[in-house]
């Protein structure tokens, strides 16, 4: 399975992206799909994560402004990101696993840049 992270770019404070992550291969079934990010110097860090079932969580700096949702049928990751703050700046990565974490895929990455 690979992963393909869209939709990265550079904006100001307040406005917003709408990353994309799009799995292709021998899909199998896909359990847990996540977005984590790392920043410059940093280590990395979820952002959030949606369960099969399409239970959601967040990380506290993002919740009420970023909002994760998945296309079934298209094995695709969305992330909604809006009022982006410049502390949001990171190279963002979208992870996948099977039931049990059996297997686990990492996307090549999209940079976010937010300018003040």
């Known amino acids: 399975v690979q992963l393909v992270e869209s939709g990265g770019g550079s904006v100001q404070a307040g406005q917003s992206l709408r990353l994309s992550c799009a799995a292709s291969?021998?899909?199998?079934?896909?359990?847990?799909m996540r977005w984590y990010r790392q920043a410059l110097g940093k280590q990395r860090e979820l952002v959030a994560g949606?369960?099969?079932?399409?239970?959601?969580n967040y990380a506290e700096s993002v919740r009420g402004r970023f909002t994760i949702s998945r296309d079934y049928v298209k094995n695709s990751l969305y992330l909604q990101m809006d009022s982006l703050k410049p502390e949001d700046t990171a190279v963002y990565y979208c992870?996948?696993?099977?039931?049990?974490?059996?297997?686990?895929?990492w996307g090549q990455g999209t940079q976010v840049t937010v300018s003040s």
């Open positions: 949606i369960t099969y079932d399409g239970n959601r």
């Open positions: 992870y996948a696993d099977t039931v049990a974490a059996i297997y686990e895929y």
């Open positions: 291969g021998r899909i199998v079934r896909i359990n847990t």
